[in-house]
């Protein structure tokens, strides 16, 4: 048992953990899943949880949440941290909690941060869930997806946590001027707006809410009655939002997603803005240009032939100067590309082209229009009838390219989008050539 100092005060603590709920009607938020007759309401109520991975934003409350749990069963609950514990300290629980088990005592193990467990680490835990030895419960700000075990997240019910909404955020705050363990001791005058404010920049995090709001009080104008924040105190309090993003986690995908399907849905506004979400964040520029690059051939193609070369520069000029000069470039990038006419003939023509590759593997290529440089291949009639387009009149032949078992077949269908309605009309002049020219045959 954790024993206090003669110098430990609960005010020395931060203005979150003084106020961390202790019950489910003090929790803040997540009415989808604790409000009167949900889910995982009735399972806290109950004592009967089963494991389950608690997945959402920083400041949502799953660590809060874990506690309330230990404060409402009557089973045996240990607090583990993914970040100091290792595999040694793994087994010597899981030892303890399966002994439990045989004296009829349920175990619960809440594991913060589980997303940094590795996969041993990970798979250390199976064999006692899939027992009952523990009931595990893990938080984790990564999608499980791609960070739990498919094995263990198998036997979880997930539970998404959700922002934080302002107005919740702003009921957290008016509390913490009231409660006893916040500011309820003191006088302090703060604006409606300003609360507002606070709860704005938050983000949906209540602990980043709580923060500010402490150091907006712990630095406004005392008159030895009472504490006034201003706007002033407040807008020193608050340099730059933290913005929610993980270069290497789903939100990453989630907005480069974003960004590629404002691209394509023609809306200029929305894919700059999801662009200043990534740079601002810290994401690297030339990720950006590579995939504006592809979003060039790959949703606008031969419509704007353009739209290539441009992206192209771009990425270019993010190679030369960095950081925050290629911004505008790479605004000129995405703009041209929300605003350029859109066709997937490429894309989808490549993906027609591999699927018959990847299953024609053994397709030979056609003698005409292989390549002879010894005698033996002469003999055996490579290059024999090739016909040199540059010789003919029109610069074009008849000559078959295709393996005769794909003769025929058609990967490329040009739209009539932009530039590329030009392509369709001269690819069709060129099949209407060759279908005479096999005729006279």
């Known amino acids: 048992m954790e024993q206090g100092t003669l110098f430990e005060s609960p005010l020395s603590q931060p203005l979150a953990a003084r106020l961390r709920p202790q019950t489910l009607d003090e929790y803040c938020g997540q009415k989808h899943l604790l409000g009167e007759n949900k889910v995982l309401r009735r399972l806290i109520e109950s004592d009967n949880v089963s494991s389950m991975i608690f997945w959402g934003p920083p400041g949502v409350g799953k660590t809060t949440l874990a506690r309330i749990i ?25 030892e303890q909690a399966e002994k439990n088990r045989r004296f009829g005592e349920k175990t619960i193990l809440f594991v913060d941060e589980i997303h940094r467990f590795n996969k041993a680490q990970q798979d250390a835990f199976l064999p006692f869930v899939e027992k009952g030895s523990i009931i595990l419960i893990g938080a984790t700000t990564e999608n499980p997806s791609f960070e739990v075990n498919g094995a263990l997240l198998s036997r979880c019910k997930v539970f998404v946590l959700q922002e934080l909404k302002t107005e919740e955020l702003c009921g957290l705050l008016n509390h913490a001027l009231k409660d006893s363990r916040g500011f309820g001791g003191q006088t302090v005058e703060i604006s409606d707006e300003l ?24 630095n406004g104008d005392f008159d030895g009655t009472k504490t006034v924040v201003t706007s002033e105190t407040l807008e020193q309090c608050i340099s730059k939002r933290t913005l929610l993003y993980d270069k290497n986690g789903e939100e990453h995908y989630n907005i480069i997603s974003a960004l590629h399907k404002s691209m394509r849905n023609s809306d200029p506004d929305a894919a700059v803005y999801w662009l200043a979400r990534m740079l601002e964040a810290g994401e690297d520029p030339l990720y950006v240009a590579r995939r504006v690059t592809r979003f060039a051939s790959e949703d606008i193609g031969l419509a704007d032939p353009r739209a290539l070369e441009i992206a192209v520069a771009a990425f270019q000029a993010c190679h030369l100067i960095g950081m925050p000069e290629c911004t505008v470039h790479l605004t000129e990038a995405v703009v041209y590309m929300s605003l350029a006419p859109k066709s997937n003939a490429l894309y989808t023509a490549y993906g027609a082209a591999k699927k018959d590759a990847v299953t024609m593997l053994a397709e030979p290529v056609p003698l005409v229009i292989r390549n002879a440089p010894t005698k033996l291949m002469k003999e055996l009639e490579y290059g024999k009838g090739y016909q040199y387009a540059h010789d003919a009149s029109d610069k074009l032949t008849d000559m078959q390219c295709m393996p005769d078992s794909l003769v025929g077949r058609e990967y490329y269908r040009p739209t009539e989008e932009g530039v590329e309605a030009r392509f369709k009309a001269r690819l069709q002049d060129i099949k209407d050539w060759k279908e005479k020219a096999r005729k006279k045959k």
Not at 74 to 94: L, P, Q
Not at 199 to 217: I, K, P, Q
């Open 70 to 94: 230990a404060g409402c069963t009557k089973a045996n609950f240990i607090d583990f941290s993914a970040v100091t514990s290792g595999i040694k300290e793994i087994k010597a629980v899981m």
């Open 195 to 218: 609360i507002e404010s606070i709860a704005n920049f938050a983000n949906g995090d209540a602990r980043s809410a709580l923060s500010t709001l402490e150091m907006a009080v712990l």
